[in-house]
């Protein structure tokens, strides 16, 4: 059997995040991913770039590798009128940003075992298969399904759906829109997002038994569009990312922005303070291993974020079952104080 310190399954934003701090620091770890490239997962490709006094660009990716476009506006079409939101988004090419930080944990002396699938963790003290490496801290950032989360006996979230394309459009690229309208998608919305030459546009939803139908209505509106990628996301409040020998990052325990589906941003950052964790622990040799210090870190900056967030959908959804009017004159109001606090 082979022995690592720790072992990171996943390659996506919050393993590709963790291994780079951990590789900064000269910890000794393997990144396990199971595709043989990065990105190969639905995305609106949006990145919300300052949370919680953490700029993505400067804190923590480092790099303007991949950004396409900046807006500050983004139109969310009602069936009772236009509202427009201020708040600075950024749209990437996701799998440059995964390839560049990708390189920047290879240069800094890690390790990444592409087209590694990882088929499941066995004991206390766990022990990587088929790849049978014994580690002393195992790091679930392998998204919504985590094999790692089972393994930790930890309840999955509440999942929703959403599928994404690329197409050209007749919009003007300074703006996103998006679409909150119950006869496009009952508890949920779709998006336009422009990208460098032409638009990522996508549906999602909350309740997956709501989300057949209207996929096949939105896709029917766009008859050139590429091919279609969906994926599961988690739409709850985040879990426990926490066991004697494991810890989860990003989608994994839940912890994005559940209102509006974006996770890209808080798996960045829990990912650098999951290795802020590992460090800690790797100078104490791995000895009286407390990973709860990982979850007082993340929930002391975002916990509110997510649970405000997940309180919102919640509400707005369930008032929106009686009135889609009431909500929209909700959601006014929330945009603009939302814009505001922006400006
Ligand atoms: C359609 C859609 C649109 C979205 N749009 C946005 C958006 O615009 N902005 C935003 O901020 N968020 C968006 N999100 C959410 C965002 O994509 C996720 O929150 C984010 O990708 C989480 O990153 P992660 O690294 O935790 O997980 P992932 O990106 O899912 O990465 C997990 C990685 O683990 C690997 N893996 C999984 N299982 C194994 C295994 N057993 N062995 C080895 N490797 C494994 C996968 O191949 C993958 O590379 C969207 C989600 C969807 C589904």
Redo the contacts with the bound molecule.
Sequence with gaps: MKHRDVVI????????MTAKYLAEEGVDFVL????ND???????????PDIRGYNFFDDLYESKVGVEREVDETVIHTNHGDVSLYMPYVLVDKLRVERELAKQVIKRGGEILMN????RIEGVKPVVLPHNIEANIVVG???????VRRWMGVKPPHMGF???SRTKMDLSPSSSHVELKKDVVPYGYS?F?PKKEDWNV?V?AFKTKYFRDAFERFRSRFSDAGRW?????PLDRPTRSYGKHGIL????AS??ISSV???????AICGKLAAECIIQFSKEGYRDLDLSVYEKAWRKSLSRLFLNSYVFAHLFFTLRRPSEYFTDLILRKVVRSVSDSYR
Excluded: M, P
């Design positions: 399954i996943g390659g996506g934003i919050a393993g590709l396990l991913e199971e595709h990065f990105f190969k997962k639905a995305c609106g490709e949006g990145v919300i590694q699938r990882v088929e950032a392998d998204g919504a399904n985590s094999i959403a599928v994404e998006w997002f996508g999602g990628k969906g994926a599961y996301l990052v990003g989608d994994s912890q994005i589906g974006a996770g890209n941003t808080t798996a």
